[in-house]
Each structure stands twice: as structure tokens, then as C-alpha cells.
């Protein structure tokens, strides 16, 4: 019976068992004491050779050159590869040459983890490498690893580039393909850039509840589930826009979180179900000082990140230095489309939607209206940092009403390279107001827009009590990372971004498999035919197996005024 195992996978299990034999242990449990690293001795070995007389280094083996006596290996640490020089006779100084000759040549393989002892030299080609002078097997690798190969100027060949299995298996494409890491590197530095700044005008960092009671904060569909104890449902966040308003009347004056935010929406190469998003409040602040701020805040992430705060994206260089356009909502579907909406009613708006081909429904009330011409006709003209401002009442339930426009809040989204990626209030601290606002979405939900707002009453209540002017902002940090380093899908920032489900090989049983090759590729059978034709089988046979294919999805029953059809799915 197969294994269904590779002939690579079985012969690393054997080689996994000889190890073991001669009593290596292949999966150690000790701490192995490191104290040198590939990028550092590539740097500075010809700086000051002394310092490197004796190593400790560990890493995964990826390439051997196996010369006799002695040979070549490549190792990859954390920081990159290096390579390494292994003698036969100075690993094994006495009549038993089996460390060299079985371990290593034999039951060794590309991609195990290995840690060494030794010193720096050059070799005669040039080339800094590791004499390895002791080394030991810290983990045996079952499974190859894909094999890159590169040319001597870096090109690379038969790669591991299939994206849907580079985004599965993350762990084997960041081993296989080191470059992707400094992806996630520089989103580190997006982040803590970011913190740093925060932290230093004295802005302080927490946490705010994952599920809640009552989504809200944003207009999305949530994911919901349910708490056994409690009895009650809950949600996943959409935001935590309304928690840390509640820290702003606890008196706080500065507070922001970097959460993970759940939205039971499509996906494409910008959005994810599960994203990353900084929200940050600071009391006594409005929209207009939240945009010098985010001004100054961008220009420093991009300086860590590139040196400059000019940054490739594609085929656009995006300038991050300040000051950024701006322009009012309306302002900008005029400049891109022609229209003035300012003083056109639902109907008309709808209208005007429809002669330009865009997908609307009943359920949209003004404000939904705007945003899909907003989203479809100038969204993607908006590719140096442009501030969109000023935004009608019934799109932001949240936001203060403006202080001098009748119909709009103090609103703003940043816009870069045509993608939203930021979104900032002066935040609304009328609880009167607030609750009207809310009764408002209660309608829009009615109507059936999903992503219409819910009653928030404890969050009422804490307004109630008082809250001071507040300016709120809200950064997609996975989209920031995007333009941060020139990528094009959500996917690639992402460690482990959502996959549909792995399609796996079915193993049918003896049964399932007699009754499978019964039924030709586009035809159908009358069930009772095939069951004739199946003289050993009983009813409880014929039922059981039915049933397992058709779970599977190989085999579906049709129903017709003939009778009961098999036939594949």
C-alpha cells in the first residue's frame, strides 16, 4: 500500500532512522551557544580578522560541493548565507572518519539545520568562508526543499514563484527566497518608526477589546460568533474606533493601538479579511492639525525606510515630503467627472451613477451614493499624497459637523498612488447629535446596507458624561507597507495572508473506487442500473459508499421523472 510519500521523503526518513542508529539525536534539545553571524562576518572579516578566530554559527545547508576528504557546503542563518570548508581528516583526527564520511556526505541533506564550530579564512578564489572545525545536527529536514538555482551574476532559475504556494507555504518561501524577507523587515520599521513617534510627543500605546458586543467604528460586515458562557453574540472588530474614544473621556490625552481589524468582505489585492490598522486619538486637536501631523509622521517612515522621503511605487515616484493636495470631496468629483453634486438630491445623484455605469442598489442612501462615484471615477486619478476633505454628513456618522459647510463633517482620507490609507475626524463629542447619527444608520440598515452602522448605547452614555474636542486618525498600515516597499498585492506584506482551503489528493476505498469507474466522464446512469451491475453488494454497502463519494464531491444524484441519475460532479 503507498505511503504516499516521494522517493526523497522516504529515503530522508531513512537516512532520519540511521542518524538515530548511530546514536545522533537528529531533533536535539539542547540550547546550541551562537556568537557570529553570516551577514556580520561577510562585512567586517577584512575589517579585523583577529575578531574571528573562533566561531559558533548555525544555519539550514543550502548547497554542497562533496570533493573526497574535504568539501564545500552553503549555510544560511538569519541574516544570509556563507560558506563553509569541511575536512574529513580534521572533523575526525582518528581511525573513525563516521562523522565526515556517513553523517555528512550520507545522511545530511539540503535543508537541514546544522550549527558549527570553527574559523574565518579566504579561499584561494577570494571567497570568505567558515573552516568548519566541529559541527553538530540540530534538525533533520524530511521534506526538500524547492531548488533555486542562480547564475554567477544572481539570476535566478526554476524559482519558487507560484504566489498561491509562495503565500501557502511562507515558511518555505522565505527559506528559498531570502530576498522577500526584507519586505517584512521594513514593515517592522513602518511600525516602529511610527510608534517611536508617537511615543515621543508622549501619545500612549494600548489595547482595546477584539470582540465586542456592538461592531462599529467603520462601515463594514462584521464576523460574527458566539459566546457560550455569556450566551450572547459577539463580533470580531471592524475597528476599535469607539473603545478608544471611551479612553478620551477617561481622560487620557493621547492614545493609540496597531490591532488587527475582521471585515466579512471580498478580497483582491488590496483587502484581506484580516488586516492591520493603527488608530490613534488626541484630545484638543481637529482634522486640520491631524493633517500636518500625518505629513510630518509619513516623511519619517519613508526617510527610515529609503533614506529619502521619495519612494518608488510602480511607475510613479511618490513624494511623501509635505505639503500634501488637497482637495474637498466634492472638489474632486467635479475635477475628475464634471459633476457638482454639492446640491443634488439622492435621485438625481443615482441618476447621474447610472449614466456612468456604476453598480448601485435601492439600499444606498446619499452618502453610499457619493462614495461609489467617488471610489469609480476619482479614486484612481489620486497618485502623489492628496488629502480628501470635507465629506457629506450621511457618509461619516462619526465626525464633527463642520464648522462653517451646512451638509458636511470635518473629515479627511489620505489618498496615495489611487488607494485610501488613511482616514481622520475631528471627532464628533455632541452625544445628542451622536445618537441621531446612529438612529440614522439604524434606517440604512433597514433598507438592507449591511454595512450600515449599529446602535451603540454604552458608547452614548460615555459621551454623555463628556468628552474634549478629539482629533481621531485610522492608518491601513498593510496598505502603507504596500507603498513602502513597491508592492503591488496585499499578499506580499502579509506573512500568512487568507487562502481558500488546500486541495488535497482524495484516497478512495476498494468500494468507492468500483463504483467511481462505473461512471464515464459525461454520462449518467440510472442508480438502479449501476446498483444490477454490483450483484456482491448489499443495500447498506451500496448506501455507505454512495454517500462517501458523493461528501466528496466526485458524484452527484440527480433527480428526474425518470428516476434516480448518478453521474460526475
Same mark, same amino acid.
Given at each position: ?101 556517513? *553523517? ?21 578564489? &577570494? ?86 458586543? *456592538?461592531?462599529? &467604528? ?122 457638482? *453634486? ?228
Amino acid at each position: 500500500m503507498s505511503t504516499g510519500l516521494s522517493e526523497q521523503e522516504l529515503l530522508r526518513r531513512d537516512s532520519l532512522k540511521q542518524l538515530r542508529e548511530l546514536g545522533i539525536n537528529p531533533y536535539p534539545a539542547e540550547a546550541y551557544e551562537i556568537n557570529a553571524n553570516a551577514a556580520d562576518i561577510l562585512a567586517n572579516y577584512e575589517k579585523d580578522k583577529t575578531a574571528y578566530k573562533t566561531i559558533s554559527l548555525a544555519g539550514r545547508i543550502m548547497g554542497r560541493n562533496i570533493m573526497g576528504a574535504a568539501s564545500f557546503a552553503e549555510l544560511q542563518d538569519a541574516t544570509g548565507r556563507i560558506q563553509i570548508y569541511l575536512k574529513r581528516d580534521e572533523l575526525c583526527p582518528g581511525d573513525d572518519k563516521t562523522l565526515y564520511n556517513t *553523517v555528512f556526505k550520507k545522511l545530511l541533506d539540503i535543508g537541514d539545520f546544522i550549527g558549527i564550530e570553527g574559523y574565518i579564512f579566504t579561499t584561494q578564489t &577570494g571567497e570568505i568562508s567558515i573552516h568548519v572545525t566541529k559541527f553538530t545536527v540540530l534538525s533533520k529536514s524530511l521534506r526538500p526543499l524547492p531548488i533555486v538555482k542562480r547564475d554567477d551574476e544572481g539570476n535566478v532559475y526554476d524559482g519558487f514563484t507560484n504566489p498561491e504556494l509562495r503565500y501557502r507555504m511562507r515558511y518555505v518561501d522565505l527559506t528559498v527566497n531570502p530576498d522577500y524577507k526584507q519586505i517584512f523587515i521594513n514593515r517592522s520599521k513602518v511600525i516602529n518608526t511610527m510608534r517611536n513617534y508617537f511615543d515621543n510627543q508622549g501619545w500612549m500605546e494600548v489595547e482595546t477589546p477584539i470582540l465586542q458586543a *456592538v461592531h462599529g &467604528g467603520a462601515a463594514a460586515r462584521p464576523f460574527a460568533t458566539h459566546h457560550n458562557t455569556l450566551d450572547m453574540p459577539l463580533f470580531l472588530r471592524i475597528a476599535n474606533e469607539l473603545y478608544l474614544k471611551r479612553l478620551i473621556v477617561a481622560g487620557f490625552d493621547g492614545v493609540y493601538e496597531f490591532g488587527k481589524m475582521f471585515r466579512n468582505e471580498g478580497m483582491d489585492r488590496t483587502h484581506n479579511p484580516e488586516f492591520t490598522a493603527m488608530e490613534i486619538y488626541v484630545a484638543y486637536k481637529d482634522y486640520i492639525w491631524m493633517m500636518a501631523m500625518v505629513e510630518e509622521c509619513l516623511e519619517k517612515i519613508a526617510t527610515a525606510i529609503h533614506g529619502q522621503p521619495v519612494v518608488k511605487v510602480g511607475e510613479h515616484e511618490i513624494n511623501f515630503g509635505g505639503p500634501y493636495e488637497k482637495l474637498t470631496m466634492y472638489e474632486s468629483i467635479e475635477k475628475y467627472t464634471g459633476i457638482d *453634486v454639492s446640491a443634488m438630491s439622492e435621485a438625481e445623484i443615482a441618476a447621474e451613477c447610472k449614466k456612468l455605469g456604476i453598480e448601485i442598489d435601492d439600499s444606498m442612501g446619499r452618502g453610499k451614493l457619493i462614495d461609489e462615484l467617488f471610489s469609480e471615477k476619482v479614486e484612481a486619478n489620486l497618485i502623489q499624497p492628496t488629502y480628501i476633505t470635507d465629506y457629506p454628513l450621511e457618509m461619516t456618522p462619526l465626525a464633527k459637523k463642520h464648522r462653517s459647510k451646512d451638509g458636511l463633517v470635518e473629515r479627511f482620507e489620505l489618498f496615495v498612488n489611487g488607494k485610501e490609507i488613511a482616514n481622520a475626524y475631528s471627532e464628533l463629542n455632541d452625544p445628542i447629535d451622536q445618537k441621531e447619527r446612529f438612529e440614522e444608520q439604524l434606517k440604512l440598515a433597514a433598507r438592507g446596507d449591511d454595512e450600515a452602522m449599529a446602535m451603540d448605547d454604552d458608547f452614548v452614555r460615555a459621551l454623555e458624561y463628556g468628552m474634549p474636542p478629539t482629533s481621531g486618525l485610522g492608518i491601513g498600515i498593510d496598505r502603507l507597507v504596500m507603498l513602502m516597499t513597491n508592492q503591488s498585492t496585499i499578499q506580499e506584506v502579509l506573512f500568512f495572508p487568507q487562502m481558500r482551503p488546500e486541495k488535497k489528493k482524495i484516497e478512495l476505498t476498494t468500494e468507492e473506487t468500483e463504483l467511481f469507474n462505473l461512471v464515464k466522464e459525461d454520462e449518467q446512469y440510472l442508480l438502479t442500473d449501476i446498483k444490477a451491475k454490483l450483484t456482491d453488494w448489499s443495500n447498506k454497502k451500496w448506501d455507505t459508499t454512495l454517500k462517501g463519494l458523493t461528501g466528496k464531491a466526485i458524484l452527484k444524484v440527480t433527480k428526474t421523472d425518470d428516476g434516480l441519475f448518478l453521474s460526475r460532479k
